[in-house]
């Protein structure tokens, strides 16, 4: 009798034991989601961007906040002019205290007069407008020029461009 009420008192304490551990996981639950998201922002009633996505995750309700679109976004981007740049990955996630977004995967940016940058990860710091990686890319210009290597930044325009070590072939046209 004593050993059977010391198994089934033991067996009870470690069902307990379980339950506590459960009770002290904290859940990860997203406070928003979205399916095929279509969103424009706009500024004095110019469109400035288009942000479309099949998927958005909003973890807003934690200490450090996040929206993450597991599914990849794409991103039209319009200047002063009208000129779109579009950018393209497999995922994306953007943090709301750094206004920093993480773009991974078949990462694309093609600009309207035919410039394109290719990687596998790319930053993009919305305060400064300003993207950056450590990874290797690849830049195509409008005349068939190109540079890759490990690790670039530039601005959103592409007027400013600083990389690490590069190579490539630049095509000038003599007049």
């Not at 000129?83 to 996630?93: L, N």
């Not at 600009?111 to 690849?138: A, M, P, R, V």
Request: aromatic share 12%; with cysteine.
């Amino acid at each position: 009798m004593v050993t059977i009420s010391i198994v089934t008192m033991f067996f009870s304490c470690e069902s307990d034991i379980q339950k506590v551990k459960k009770l002290s996981e904290t859940s990860f639950i997203p406070t928003g989601e979205a399916d095929s998201l279509n969103l424009k922002y706009t500024d004095s009633g110019k469109i400035k961007s288009i942000l479309v996505s099949q998927k958005m995750l909003d973890y807003s309700n934690i200490k450090n906040p996040f929206t993450e679109f597991p599914k990849g976004i794409k991103v039209t981007m319009y200047d002063n002019a009208g000129q779109t740049t579009t950018i393209v990955s497999d995922y994306a996630i953007s943090y709301k205290k750094t206004d920093i977004i993480d773009l991974q995967g078949n990462v694309t940016i093609t600009s309207h007069d035919g410039k394109k940058l290719e990687t596998s990860q790319l930053y993009f710091d919305q305060k400064n407008e300003w993207f950056f990686t450590e990874k290797h890319f690849k830049y195509t210009d409008e005349k068939g020029g190109f540079l890759q290597g490990p690790g670039v930044d530039f601005s959103k325009d592409f007027k400013i461009f600083n990389m690490q070590k590069s190579s490539g072939q630049v095509m000038s046209i003599e007049k």
